[in-house]
């Protein structure tokens, strides 16, 4: 799964509050090395960290409008910083 098919993923489901996605290439497990984790509900205990090694970008979708297509949607893209 790349970064846009898991921003699809969150933008298609109006209960999805953030997702994170990470391309772990560099990493020796074997398989897939992708991934995209998305949230529903209630982010709790959530805090902003710098960047830099451990911490991967978390994108907060907040109600509003999709400037680019200028169609409504059910949320529109933050950047934030989620550490491992």
Do not use: H
Not at 26 to 36: I, L, P, V
């Amino acid at each position: 799964m790349g970064e846009r098919a898991c921003a699809a993923e969150c933008s298609s489901n109006c209960s999805c509050v953030a997702y994170a996605y990470a391309n772990l290439s560099s990493s020796r497990a074997n398989g897939d090395m992708t991934r995209c984790l998305v949230w529903s509900g209630e982010l709790i205990d959530t805090e902003k960290v710098g960047e830099g090694l451990g911490s991967d970008t978390i994108y907060l979708w907040l109600a509003g409008l999709d400037a680019e297509n200028q169609n409504s949607i059910c949320f529109d893209p933050v950047d934030g910083v989620l550490s491992d």
